[in-house]
Antibody, heavy 119, light 110 residues
Framework: EVQLVESGGGLVQPGGSLRLSCAVSGFTLSTYSMIWVRQAPGKGLDWLSYISSSSATIFYADSVKGRFTVSRDNAKNSLFLQLNSLRADDTGVYYC????????????WGQGTLVTVSS | QSALTQPRSVSGSPGQSVTISCTGTSSDVGSYDYVSWYQQHPGKAPNPMIYDVTKRPSGVPDRFSGSKSGNTASLTISGLQAEDEADYYCCSFAGTYTWVFGTGTKVTVL
């Protein structure tokens, strides 16, 4: 059974940092590109980042470019998102998801981890 | 990238059909046949319903169908059922490994 489990969320002050993890099982992470998506409370979905299977290709949404960093450890079946210089509008549930193609960017999704940026 | 525009809500009675529109620009929806749709029940992760404009992942009922014309994509739910009540989001490829989601539509089954 395919599973993705995000962790690392929590309450952080503005300007602070967090490192989110996405542990996968039931499939070989090294064969999949991955994406991160955020959902602010009561709001819609926002695509944040794409990372190819080998980490050779990485892209970010303009809203997080220069502040967030995506990485992966295929040997440990884990995906990461480093969040720096956090702002109040970064508050939300962060999801990792498998990428299958340009028209199928989110196939299997995790349950999400909540990040709250507040003083 | 601005979010794709969807109606805030649509509703229908069981057995009826509803259509959700998703309007983008010539830089996203209008340029690529890479539109996907996601269903999200409260407190749950998004669930893919349509990809590549018209294709259904395995397990998705054929009551769900997708289409596109110009800068607007659409999701139609035929034979509406109670379990279809959820939020729906479109998503379009926007060039060079970037994507944009829609504003979301709440589907209510009357």
């Amino acid at each position: 059974e395919v599973q993705l489990v995000e962790s690392g969320g929590g309450l952080v002050q503005p300007g602070g940092s967090l490192r989110l993890s996405c542990a996968v099982s039931g499939f070989t992470l090294s064969t999949y590109s991955m994406i991160w998506v955020r959902q602010a409370p009561g709001k819609g979905l926002d695509w944040l980042s794409y990372i190819s299977s080998s980490s050779a290709t990485i892209f970010y949404a303009d809203s997080v470019k220069g502040r967030f960093t995506v990485s992966r450890d295929n040997a440990k079946n884990s995906l990461f998102l480093q969040l720096n210089s956090l702002r109040a509008d970064d508050t939300g549930v962060y999801y990792c998801a498998t990428y299958v193609g340009r028209g199928r960017p989110g196939d299997f999704w995790g349950q999400g981890t909540l990040v709250t940026v507040s003083s | 990238q601005s979010a794709l525009t969807q109606p805030r809500s649509v509703s229908g009675s069981p057995g009826q059909s509803v259509t959700i529109s998703c309007t983008g620009t010539s830089s996203d929806v209008g340029s690529y046949d890479y539109v996907s749709w996601y269903q999200q029940h409260p407190g749950k992760a998004p669930n893919p319903m349509i990809y590549d404009v018209t294709k259904r992942p395995s397990g998705v009922p054929d009551r769900f169908s997708g289409s596109k014309s110009g800068n607007t994509a659409s999701l139609t739910i035929s034979g509406l059922q109670a379990e279809d009540e959820a939020d729906y989001y479109c998503c379009s490829f926007a060039g060079t490994y970037t994507w944009v989601f829609g504003t979301g539509t709440k589907v209510t089954v009357l």
